[in-house]
């Protein structure tokens, strides 16, 4: 007999007996009515949802940013009130493996983002900096919201700069270009999102992605959760047929769950960029400088270790400024 079924066998046992002791001697307890189960899902979970507006045909030149001045800290400066303070605060996810996700083994939070958001903190803090930075595990819902509240320094994750987001917070320049694509199960004969025409198809809730599947010509169903996380437990339970957004986090659910594959090809372009508090010019040029110094070696030795394998070659986007 196998540990699983000893186990079973016990918990049989047990349960025989409790049943045994609620009813009277030699009386049989009556069974509880058998009713459907609804299987589990996560919180916040909205099928049919409507995505959050964005207004169409707006050209703002989004991935333009403020031109460095440099990694100079002055006295007063955004990074000068950072460095007084001993921390920089930074928003970042722990749910989206190669990006930003909490190794299981060391409790340390790993990925690209956190690559890139160590690097603000080595030229603030120097040498010292990993007693210095505060990692804030945010959803994708939260990004603008604590950026404008000033809860968060910097905000680094896999955040896409666009018009309608610059409304309310700053970026920096880009420093990962994605595209959206599909995952789905690799027995499902999905190979675009015309294959999902009624189909439910799961994304983030304040993500391009999901303004970007609402409009479809196919008209999939929406299903919007808080995480990424979230769309690959309901993928996996059948709850959704396929979860799209940047092929960067697609291939890490792939990585997780080999029964899945990323599908299709690119049909958007995704601009990451470190979101900033609009209000903090001066940190937003900073953090452009450190970017800068980013592209000369620390960028690609992250890609490298993290996303080549899955991604195949690349190279950082050049810088646009204003």
């Not at 722990?94 to 080595?122: C, H, M, W």
């Not at 320049?173 to 499902?188: E, F, H, I, S």
């Not at 993928?235 to 960067?248: F, P, R």
Request: proline content about 7%; overall charge negative.
């Amino acid at each position: 007999m196998t540990r699983t079924r000893t186990r079973l066998a016990l918990a049989l046992v047990t349960t025989a007996a409790l049943l045994a002791g609620c009813g009277g001697a030699g009386t049989p307890v009556e069974p509880a009515p058998i009713a459907s189960v609804e299987r589990p899902r996560p919180a916040n979970v909205v099928e049919g949802a409507e995505p959050p507006a964005d207004p169409k045909g707006e050209d703002c030149n989004a991935t333009a940013s403020l031109r460095p001045e440099g990694l100079g800290m002055p006295p007063g400066s955004t990074m000068d009130k950072i460095k007084e303070r001993g921390q920089l605060i930074v928003g970042v996810d722990q749910t989206t493996y190669l990006f930003g996700f909490r190794n299981p083994t060391s409790g340390a939070l790993e990925g690209f983002d956190i690559d890139i958001a160590n690097e603000v903190a080595k030229a603030i803090f120097g040498n010292a900096w990993r007693s210095h930075i505060q990692y804030r595990a945010i959803s994708s819902a939260q990004r603008v919201d604590l950026l404008k509240e000033g809860t968060v320094d910097i905000v680094v994750r896999t955040f896409s700069i666009t018009c309608a987001r610059l409304k309310d917070v700053g970026f920096s320049t880009v420093y990962y270009t994605a595209g959206q694509r599909l995952l789905a199960p690799k027995n499902a004969n999905v190979r675009s999102m015309a294959d999902l025409a009624g189909k439910r198809v799961c994304a983030t809730s304040t993500s391009t992605s999901s303004k970007q599947i609402a409009a479809d010509p196919a008209n999939p169903v929406l299903v919007t959760v808080e995480n990424w996380s979230d769309c690959v437990v309901l993928l996996q339970q059948n709850q959704v047929d396929a979860i799209s957004t940047d092929d960067t986090i697609l291939a890490g659910m792939a990585e997780q769950d080999p029964t899945t594959e990323v599908v299709g090809e690119p049909f958007t372009v995704e601009s990451y960029g470190i979101g900033v508090p609009k209000q903090n010019t001066d940190m937003i040029k900073f953090v452009n400088a450190v970017l800068d110094t980013v592209r000369a070696g620390p960028w690609q030795d992250s890609y490298n270790r993290w996303l080549s394998e899955s991604l195949g070659a690349a190279t950082p986007p050049p810088p646009n400024y204003r």
